[in-house]
T-cell receptor, first 115, second 113 residues
Framework: KAGVTQTPRYLIKTRGQQVTLSCSPI?????VSWYQQTPGQGLQFLFEYFSETQRNKGNFPGRFSGRQFSNSRSEMNVSTLELGDSALYLCASSLDQNSGANVLTFGAGSRLTVL | GENVEQHPSTLSVQEGDSAVIKCTYSDSASNYFPWYKQELGKRPQLIIDIRSNVGEKKDQRIAVTLNKTAKHFSLHITETQPEDSAVYFC????????????FGAGTRLFVKA
C-alpha cells in the first residue's frame, strides 16, 4: 500500500514568485491536512480538506491557499513568496473515521527555499 | 484560538534513564491526543495516542497519561535507548465537522550512551 506522496521534494524560488505543492494521500483516505514546519516552531496547521471542501483553516495569510480534487489528491499554493515562507511543507492524510481519532500519516514533505 | 504548549524544548538523559515530556492544551473540545516522533531528516510518525475517555495507555516502554480536568497530557519513556533520540511532538485534535490537529513546538530528546 503506497504511503502519502508529496511532490516536488525540493524547490527553490525567489521572492515574489508563487509555488504549487502536490500531495497524493493513501488510497482510501479522504481527509488531507497541510502543515508548515520551521525550526523551533513545530508543525503549524495550514488547512484540512475532505471531499473537495476546506473544513478547517489555520492562521495563515490569504497568500496560502489549497484545494482538493475528486480523487482526494490535494494541492497547496503560496503566492507572492516571502523569505519567511522557507520551510518544510508536510501533507498528512487520514481516514476520517467516526471514532473521532484523526490518525495522521505524513508524507516526506516538500522543502521550499525562498531566496 | 487553539494552542498546545510543550515542555521541555530540549531533554538530555543517560541511556537507561526515563524521559518525561509534558503538554498542555487550551481547547476543552479536544478529544484525541497523539504523539509523533520525528527522526532527523524523516517524516513524523505516530508512536502512541490516547483518547479523551481514557486516563492512561501503555505500549512497551512508552506510556501516555491524560488529565482532562487540568488539560494536561504527558509522554513517559522508560529505559531509554540511543535510538529514542529524536524530536517528539504532542498534539491535540478537535472534531468540529472536520478535523483540526494542533501540535506542540516539539521536544528534542538526546539519549547519551
Amino acid at each position: 500500500k503506497a504511503g502519502v506522496t508529496q511532490t516536488p521534494r525540493y524547490l527553490i524560488k525567489t521572492r515574489g514568485q508563487q509555488v504549487t505543492l502536490s500531495c497524493s494521500p493513501i488510497s482510501g483516505h479522504r481527509s488531507v491536512s497541510w502543515y508548515q514546519q520551521t525550526p523551533g516552531q513545530g508543525l503549524q496547521f495550514l488547512f484540512e480538506y475532505f471531499s473537495e471542501t476546506q473544513r478547517n483553516k489555520g492562521n495563515f495569510p490569504g497568500r496560502f491557499s489549497g484545494r482538493q480534487f475528486s480523487n482526494s489528491r490535494s494541492e497547496m499554493n503560496v503566492s507572492t513568496l516571502e523569505l519567511g515562507d522557507s520551510a518544510l511543507y508536510l501533507c498528512a492524510s487520514s481516514l476520517d473515521q467516526n471514532s473521532g481519532a484523526n490518525v495522521l500519516t505524513f508524507g516526506a514533505g516538500s522543502r521550499l527555499t525562498v531566496l | 484560538g487553539e494552542n498546545v504548549e510543550q515542555h521541555p524544548s530540549t531533554l538530555s538523559v543517560q541511556e537507561g534513564d526515563s524521559a518525561v515530556i509534558k503538554c498542555t492544551y487550551s481547547d476543552s473540545a479536544s478529544n484525541y491526543f497523539p504523539w509523533y516522533k520525528q527522526e532527523l531528516g524523516k517524516r513524523p510518525q505516530l508512536i502512541i495516542d490516547i483518547r479523551s475517555n481514557v486516563g492512561e495507555k501503555k505500549d512497551q516502554r512508552i506510556a501516555v497519561t491524560l488529565n482532562k480536568t487540568a488539560k494536561h497530557f504527558s509522554l513517559h519513556i522508560t529505559e531509554t535507548q540511543p535510538e529514542d533520540s529524536a524530536v517528539y511532538f504532542c498534539a491535540a485534535s478537535i472534531r468540529n465537522g472536520g478535523f483540526k490537529t494542533i501540535f506542540g513546538a516539539g521536544t528534542r530528546l538526546f539519549v547519551k550512551a
